[in-house]
């Protein structure tokens, strides 16, 4: 074991046990005399020192560059461990080491300074716990005579130190390399170095934390060395060295690569195709063949506006010969008045309250806001500008709702970074944020833009708050650091705003928000239209836009950025260049070399289709509505104003739910429940039973039995029946006789039933 000499372990200036008596503290300092003389007697005396970046046997100890990533690396100060927010057993650290000051009293002061022993280090019940001499939890952390264990021995033996003259800052880490293609089953070392304010560094591979988005695909160790799995993938692993992140991108690619030249021989509508098709190259993966007609039809008018297309239109569309009919029928939806509904109902989610919290009144406005922004096709950054600077009467402008239901500048930030910079700062409220570079300071700065926000009105009384609400720009307001106390001007996460030329900090905000340099504004709403489109984010979740969550294919989230910005961010413009690449048109149909792609589009990812969606198709398909509590005779359900209205059908299939804050996520997962519920609802069952429902109006019309299953198979899966279908369902049509009603109704039950109805190919 390595000791420091005398002159190095008293050359201390604070007290050695600060929170003994005096008599105590006097003992204590005997002893570490007598031991430094004993060891003084021992070593030769030297008093060179080493630089931070070369830890030698006589190298100063620092508290923070040194002690605490020991404790990061070997997990003491993890969430499960005594980073969580009660600590573990008396013990309490900040979590991941965020806050190097009250990690030190922790160890140092806090119980009566217990945890060290400055007469004997190694008698430290710090290290004691650590190499579990002594029961621990945790159990053993580090080992005797290691590396860790040594650095801490000294750190103690130096009398543990708060900080060393001209002690260097922590500036940036650095991993060797960023981007690894591997072959199946190979491992590599990564290397971390940590760069330093007086241009020292040193490799803190061993001390850096690592982790895999998908270990399944790339697996890592606590020494960094990467080990890719058998299957062909992709992921991001991370390393954390004290608070700073740092990402490698793995690949790896088929083992056998496509013929030369396979892609430039495939059609390209937009710059999408172009980056898609680059990605997929390098990983050896070959897109499906394109979509049928049939199939992009119901794809687009469930994605555009939300409802199948009825018989007439799936026949005209199907029967056109027009080589341009795909752009001309997206033309044509993104008209339509449903487009309002359905896509204003994905914002609803992430904007619309409970309305028992905040009035059912100021629900009901908002709501109606945001269905007109849609339909007056508001571009993005106006919508977001309304949003973020509103002010008025809960009763006259919808979107003053959002500060009658967040009622403080903590509240508001989370929900508004979330939003419209797909940043969830939500952990920075109480310590740094593990995976991101924001603190506790940027938090409650960001939220200082809120802090002027006033209301007048007799506040919230839920569950009934009925009352209006008046939201304004206070005079004063002032937002404070939780630790420090410090007030805390209004400062935007990163870059700059211009508060002076403004009276309500929001409105800088606002600027600086929807600035062209502002790359999160564009790309967090590209990538959830893209998400609501493809199947899947280029990011996901998909406002988790952080460098430790990168996008699959982050040419293609800044191409997109860039197109709507240039667009003038108007959403109509974006979803028609997705919808007409030959991307978006690709079977969901998967083929040898890319069964196993989940991230980069080589084929159309299927998906549940909405519950809205769902609930109004039945009602078009059997021609039997149902009228829904709150709402006027015939609305259909994606017109809904709140979640609040009972629906069994709508909750079974995933809305969120009515208790849940905004911005709301849905499951997408298919169910048992829903299987269940389509095969012995009572409800669907009379609908589709109903007299003048669609199967007694086919019943009764002198269809021939083969025209009958045209219209079933039109109406339910958008598409005609193959010869085979067509047979079998109109024998059991011609067989049933004059119970021909009951075998149409049973053909309708069986095929609302099928996964083709539920799913969208």
């Not at 001309?328 to 309002?340: F, K």
């Not at 910079?421 to 506790?440: D, I, M, T």
């Not at 199947?535 to 996008?551: E, K």
Request: proline residues 6%; glycine residues 6%; charged residues 25%.
């Amino acid at each position: 074991m390595r000791h420091y000499p005398p002159s190095r372990a008293l050359a201390v200036s604070r007290p050695l046990l600060p929170s003994l008596s005096s008599q105590c503290q006097l003992i204590a300092c005997l002893c570490v005399l007598l031991c430094a003389a004993s060891v003084a007697a021992e070593q030769p005396a030297n008093d060179n020192v080493a630089s931070v970046g070369e830890v030698s046997d006589y190298a100063p100890i620092s508290f923070e560059l040194d002690v605490q990533p020991i404790m990061t690396a070997r997990g003491c100060n993890q969430g499960a461990c005594h980073g969580k927010q009660r600590g573990q057993n008396g013990f309490q650290l900040s979590l991941l080491g965020f806050d190097s000051d009250y990690d030190f009293h922790a160890l140092g002061t806090n119980a009566r300074s217990r945890r060290l022993s400055f007469a004997s280090p190694e008698s430290s019940l710090l290290l004691r716990k650590a190499t579990a001499q002594v029961p621990h939890g945790g159990g053993r952390k580090i080992e005797i005579d290691s590396p860790d264990y040594e650095t801490l021995v000294n750190w103690i033996s130096q009398g543990a130190p708060r900080r060393l003259p001209n002690e260097p800052t922590l500036q940036r880490v650095e991993l060797s390399k960023e981007i690894y293609s591997l072959k199946p089953d190979q491992s590599v070392a990564q290397k971390v170095t940590a760069y330093y304010s007086d241009s020292t560094s040193r490799d803190v591979t061993l001390s850096t934390s690592y982790l895999s988005n998908d270990a399944a695909i790339v697996s890592v160790d606590d020494r960094g060395r990467l080990t890719a799995g058998p299957l062909p993938g992709e992921t991001a692993v991370m390393a954390r060295y004290m608070n700073h992140i740092c990402v490698a991108r793995v690949s790896i690619p088929q083992t056998e690569m496509l013929p030369e030249g396979f892609f430039s021989k495939l059609p390209q509508a937009n710059f999408i195709d172009k980056l898609i098709y680059a990605k997929l190259e390098k990983l050896g993966v070959k897109p499906s063949q394109p979509a049928a007609d049939a199939t992009f039809m119901r794809r687009v008018y469930t994605d555009i506006i939300g409802r199948l297309p009825t018989v007439a239109e799936a026949e005209a569309f199907l029967d056109s010969s027009l080589e341009n009919k795909r752009e001309l029928l997206v033309d044509q939806l993104l008209d339509r008045p449903e487009y309002t509904d359905h896509w204003a109902n994905h914002w609803a989610d992430l904007l619309r309250p409970n309305p028992y919290r905040v009035g059912i009144k100021a629900v009901l406005n908002y709501d109606a806001w945001i269905r007109k922004q849609f339909r007056d096709d508001v571009s993005y950054d106006e919508f977001a500008r309304q949003i973020i600077t509103a002010r008025g009467s809960t009763w006259q402008n919808g979107p003053a709702t959002l500060y009658r239901d967040r009622r403080t500048p903590d509240e508001v930030a989370t929900m508004i970074s979330q939003l419209f910079l797909g940043v969830r700062l939500e952990c920075a409220k109480c310590h740094h944020h593990p995976f991101e570079k924001y603190s506790q300071a940027d938090f409650y700065s960001f939220a200082a833009f809120f802090g002027r926000v006033g209301r007048k009105g007799k506040g919230l009384s839920p569950p009934i708050s009925g009352g209006e609400e008046i939201v304004f720009t206070s005079t004063k307001g002032d937002v404070k650091h939780p630790v420090t106390g410090e007030v805390l001007p209004p400062r935007p996460l990163f870059g700059k705003a211009d508060l002076d030329d403004h009276s309500d900090p929001r409105e800088a905000l606002a600027d600086w928000m929807t600035s062209p340099e502002n790359e999160f504004f564009a790309q967090v709403q590209v990538n959830r239209v893209w998400a609501q489109l493809m199947g899947r984010g280029l990011v996901d979740p998909v406002d988790d836009l952080r460098s430790t969550n990168p996008a699959t294919n982050p040419e293609l989230l800044d191409a997109l950025a860039k197109h709507f910005q240039d667009s003038g961010y108007r959403q109509k413009e974006l979803i028609k260049t997705i919808t007409l690449s030959n991307v978006y048109s690709l079977s969901s149909t998967p083929d040898e070399t890319n069964s196993g792609d989940r991230l980069n589009y080589s084929r159309h990812y299927r998906g549940r289709l909405r519950a809205e969606v769902l609930m109004d198709a039945i009602a078009d398909i059997t021609g039997s509505n149902k009228n829904l509590d709150a709402m006027p005779p015939g609305s259909r359900a994606n017109q809904v104003w709140t979640h609040r209205i009972d629906s069994v059908f709508l909750d079974t299939f995933g809305r969120p739910n009515e208790n849940q804050d905004p911005p709301c996520e849905r499951l997408p997962d298919s169910s048992v429940t829903q299987t269940l519920h389509l095969m012995n609802s009572q409800e669907l069952n009379d609908r589709i039973r109903k007299d003048g429902s669609r199967a007694d109006t086919l019943a009764k019309s002198k269809l021939t039995a083969e025209e009958v299953a045209d219209e079933l198979y039109l109406s339910i899966f958008s598409r005609w029946p193959n010869q085979r279908e067509q047979d079998y369902a109109a024998k059991l049509i011609r067989l049933a006789g004059d119970e021909r009603r009951s075998a149409i109704e049973d053909l309708m039950w069986a095929m609302l039933n099928a996964p083709e109805f539920t799913i969208q190919n």
